[in-house]
């Protein structure tokens, strides 16, 4: 199964996410298939971009979402 989930990149305690589209079976950062954009946690607003058209097609194509990048997508007006 395919899933749209984060993946997690920064220094210790400096969290940066990328929104990716990957096998449910690796490991939370290990392959993926495609980068979908980038979740900023730490900037006031939280920064969020994503490519809502590349995340539709893989919506489309039958991914699932965690939890939090479903909240992401909409947020971000999916």
């Known amino acids: ?3 749209i989930r984060l993946r997690r990149l920064g220094a210790h305690k400096k969290p ?5 589209v990957a096998d449910s079976r690796t490991k939370r950062n290990g392959p993926f298939i ?9 900037k006031e607003p ?8 590349k995340a ?5 194509r039958g ?9 992401l ?3 971000a007006g999916l």
Do not use: C
């Open 1 to 3: 199964m395919v899933k």
């Open 16 to 20: 940066f996410y990328r929104v990716v």
């Open 34 to 42: 495609e980068i979908l954009g980038t979740y900023d946690p730490l």
């Open 46 to 53: 939280s920064e969020i971009k994503i490519n809502l058209e």
């Open 56 to 60: 539709r097609h893989w919506l489309q």
């Open 63 to 71: 991914a699932q979402t965690t939890d939090v990048t479903k909240k």
């Open 73 to 75: 997508l909409q947020r």
